[in-house]
């Protein structure tokens, strides 16, 4: 019951460890190192956030499953604070506007400001007056997460020098959408 607050000491730590390395030693860890780890971090939570619901479906029964169901909104938050930090950290480097508007002719920079753009009006709605107010459409608000999850892992593909490692969690996020949709279809929920 009391256990968001002590949920988001663990999902800032990341953060703090990210700011506490670039501040203690800014020439070993400097820009390079804290956008991709701010990037992998936005990435992984968003992970976490679409796995909720198929974890949910499969282990209906379970405690665990539905303090995970309870908090689903308090991770995409997470996420979207970590991709704000994220483009906080892209917009200082630059600097300059023209810098950052000449840029967006770079399709991976494009796509991450579209994937972002998208998760704005889902961050600004997870809390329950929003989710109050909005009634049906909340849900059919929130499907946007599914374009941006696909637009995210694009920018991180085109953005990386070895796309490996984008594309593993590319199939990460095929089998958690996978299992959603048996799950889903095997219970007719949607
Ligand atoms: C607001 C617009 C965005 C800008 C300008 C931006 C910019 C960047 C830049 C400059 C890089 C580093 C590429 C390199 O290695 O040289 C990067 C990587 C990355 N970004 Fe973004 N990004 C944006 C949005 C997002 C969003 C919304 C997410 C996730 C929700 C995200 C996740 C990532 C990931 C996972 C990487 C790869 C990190 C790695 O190489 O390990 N980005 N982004």
């Known amino acids: 019951m009391h256990s968001r607050p002590f949920l988001w000491l663990v999902l800032a730590l990341p953060g703090a460890w990210i700011l506490g390395r670039w501040g203690a030693t800014p020439d070993l860890y400097g820009y390079g190192h804290a956008i991709a780890d701010s990037g992998d971090w936005a990435a992984w939570l968003l992970l976490a956030t679409l796995a909720v619901t198929p974890v949910r479906l499969l282990f209906r029964r379970r405690a665990w499953a539905q303090w995970l169901m309870r908090h689903r909104r308090d991770l995409g938050v997470a996420s979207f604070a970590y991709a704000a930090g994220h483009t906080v950290i892209y917009l200082v480097r630059k600097a ?20 972002f753009v998208l998760f704005v009006p889902l961050a600004i709605t997870s809390n329950d007056i929003a989710m109050r107010r909005l009634k049906r459409s909340w849900k059919r608000l929130h499907r946007l997460v599914y374009p941006a999850a696909i637009l995210t892992f694009a920018h991180w593909v085109l953005s990386a020098y070895d796309p490996t490692t984008a594309w593993i969690h590319i199939a990460i996020l095929a089998v958690i959408e996978l299992v959603r949709l048996g799950a889903q279809w095997r219970q007719r929920v949607t």
């Open 96 to 115: 300059s506007l023209e810098t950052i508007v000449n840029e967006l002719s770079t399709p991976y920079i494009l796509i991450g400001w579209l994937a």
